[in-house]
């Protein structure tokens, strides 16, 4: 994961925000930090020692203080946050938009958007009563706490009830990196195979619902949902499964329910 493959290194990610009527409000790049440091050079012939530097314990520490930070943040303005995950092309976005356009007039929501570039799914998303924020990662496969804080300290959530993070399409990282969230939705399309929850339980084991999405392709694709929903119950067997389609509509009333009704 990137905890060990370093892609978890302070890097700059920027901001862009879209306003409710849809409209390009501002910007902002925010810069990693850069760490003085020395190196020790050995003499060729002496043999250098071997040391074990516990990188991954401090990046997820600092994580997880600024994230209990957001929570608070939720908490104290009323705000259900929740951090929707899955591979890319599960259909997070579709189903941000089919959501907005039957909830937004209702329940003021905001939406977080990331992705490592291009400002594709804000766009898709401006102008459906709802305020979004785009987030360009760079060259890092998840948002964390950090860019949350940052957000939401923009104003990315004033006056919000329900706040929806469309995580960077991943199946791996996001799932270590706490952002403040109420809770977390994994999305699981019928395009993607049925043994993916075997193939990546951490990420589903840590949500308390997971979304069968694209179910109008199910037969198009062979898709066995009896087993598929098997596998999800083996390694988290805890979490509610609902069928829909963003696209015709399918199994969307329940999704919205679950969102009226927490």
Not at 126 to 151: F, K
Request: charge should be negative; hydrophobic fraction near 40%; proline fraction near 5%.
């Amino acid at each position: 994961m990137c905890l060990e493959c370093g892609c978890n290194r302070p890097e700059g990610f920027s901001l862009h925000a879209f306003d409710r009527e849809g409209n390009l409000a501002d910007h902002e790049h925010a810069q990693g930090h850069d760490h003085g440091h020395t190196h020790d050079h050995p003499h060729p012939d002496a043999e250098a020692p071997h040391r074990s530097i516990p990188i991954a314990q401090a990046v997820l520490t600092e994580n997880d203080r600024i994230a209990e930070r957001n929570r608070g943040f939720f908490l104290g303005r009323g705000i259900r946050a929740i951090n929707l995950m899955s591979s890319p092309g599960a259909g997070k976005t579709t189903l941000v938009a089919a959501t907005l356009d039957r909830l937004a007039t209702t329940t003021p929501a905001a939406v977080i958007v990331g992705d490592l570039q291009t400002l594709n799914d804000a766009e898709r998303l401006r102008g459906r009563g709802a305020p979004v924020v785009q987030i360009n990662t760079g060259s890092l496969c998840h948002l964390d706490a950090s860019m949350i804080a940052r957000a939401i300290g923009g104003g990315a959530a004033d006056g919000a009830r329900l706040l929806l993070i469309e995580n960077v399409g991943n199946l791996v990282c996001p799932a270590a990196f706490d952002l403040g969230e109420n809770e977390r939705v994994a999305l699981f399309s019928v395009t993607e195979g049925e043994d993916k929850p075997l193939k990546y339980p951490s990420l589903f084991q840590t949500v308390r619902l997971v979304l069968l999405t694209k179910i109008d392709l199910a037969a198009a694709t062979g898709f066995d949902r009896p087993a598929a929903e098997e596998n999800i119950r083996r390694v988290a067997p805890d979490a509610q499964i609902f069928a829909l389609s963003a696209r015709t509509g399918e199994g969307i009333d329940r999704w919205l329910d679950y969102l009226r009704h927490p």
